[in-house]
């Protein structure tokens, strides 16, 4: 019998943020792949998920480099679905760990992808989100009534952000660190600098939440970097 | 000592889908708070965490009725926050279950900042959004590398929608009950027919995936639909 492959979301810090159908996949892997962009690197992911992990179970990091070469990118994708479809072939369970959900803005995603392509069972557990648990944890609400949310990875192209901010929606800015003095600048303009949180590495051990312009404009943000876009003053700023 | 409220989003409907900090607060909970529309109403949201709930623990039913008459639903909540806090000053641990995610369209926002007004401890524990779920149970990516991802419950104002479809952003519709002709119309317009996929009722035991129009313009779609609205064909449509 062939194996499957399962992709887990594993939030974005807290390992008690872990759902409990996320805890038994992990608990009943033959191998967990943790992805990261260097071998020497740490694996966030797997830091997260260390508790729940079985001594029988093998551990293995999975390289994805951050290039933009869209082509070298694919080749190494594809030597990685290649590589976890060789490990189905022999019947293993083999789980993905991905920060986050795995269906929003995750590498995970070519991989279920390729996986699924090549004929195999493929099953996603979802997660809970960077912003999710932001606004759990500050008590801060994302979107109330009929308001629209928009989730925004930052590029130089705003336009979309600019029109949510137009109809008074809701906005969470990912990826800030990509273009943060563009950002800096749409607060500034549409005077947003009451209505805004930055909360960089939510739930890991650096976590920091800034209030403050400066964090976006002289200081670069971190590289896990999520803002929080109200369309009112977030109340108990600090 | 005072007690505290506790937030707790249980996700669409899986019980597995509950994060391992939802599942201990509930376990820790002297009263456990259901809220449901109507007092014979079954409370959706208490039925997925049911096999969680030890013996001693208090349920007890809230109603939040669906009445578009502001004042006597402000008067409602006003009314179950001071019926909390009460209990807060007993120094009883209240658990409140929010269907999906509580910071999102959810009526916990509204007692959550009550309750903090009134100068009690509130913490809120993330949930899976129905959307999330969704997306992983149907392996279908929500958003990707840069594109921006618009959360929009449907009213009869869809130019944030139609801007998202324009700039060629990912969209998921909520609420979609509301005003499903429009949204109908929209998809049409835009040449959308084979690019979206309505899931109702996720993850309960009555949930139904559509991908026919009809369902949106002949057959009314249920309370709980979710609307996920891509801006390429989805692959392996039925």
Redo the contacts between chains.
């Keep these: 019998m062939k194996g499957s492959l399962i992709?887990i979301?594993v939030?974005p810090g807290?390992?008690?943020?872990?759902?409990?159908?996320a805890?038994?996949a992990i608990e009943a892997a033959d191998i967990i792949i943790a992805p990261c962009s260097r071998q020497q690197e740490e694996s966030i992911a797997l830091n997260i998920v260390t508790t729940y992990i079985k001594e029988a179970t093998e551990l293995r990091k999975m390289i994805f480099p951050m290039i933009s070469c869209k082509e070298t990118l694919q080749q190494h994708w594809q030597r990685n679905a290649e590589e976890i479809a060789l490990e189905l072939e022999k019947g293993r369970t083999v789980v993905f760990l991905t920060l986050g959900?795995?269906?929003?803005?995750s590498t995970y995603?070519y991989i279920?992808r390729l996986v699924?392509s090549y004929g195999h069972e493929?099953r996603?557990?979802?997660?809970?989100?960077s912003f999710?648990?932001i606004?759990?944890?500050l008590?801060?609400?994302?979107?109330?009534?009929?308001?629209?949310?928009?989730?925004?990875?930052m590029?130089e192209d705003t336009?979309?952000?600019e029109?949510?901010i137009a109809?008074g929606?809701e906005a969470v800015v990912m990826?800030v660190s990509?273009a943060p003095l563009r950002l800096a600048e749409i607060i500034e303009e549409n005077q947003l600098q009451n209505n805004y949180v930055m909360v960089s590495k939510c739930g890991q051990n650096q976590e920091s939440i800034s209030y403050s312009l400066l964090d976006l404009k002289e200081n670069k943000p971190p590289y896990l970097s999520t803002v929080i876009l109200k369309s009112k003053p977030i109340e108990g700023r600090e």
């Design positions: 992709g979301g939030g807290d390992p008690e943020l872990l759902t409990i159908k805890v038994r959900d795995p269906m929003l803005y995603i279920n699924r493929v996603t557990v979802p997660g809970i989100t999710g648990a606004a759990s944890h008590n801060l609400p994302l979107a109330e009534g009929d308001k629209p949310l928009l989730i925004f990875p590029t336009d979309l952000l029109a949510a109809k929606a990826k990509q």
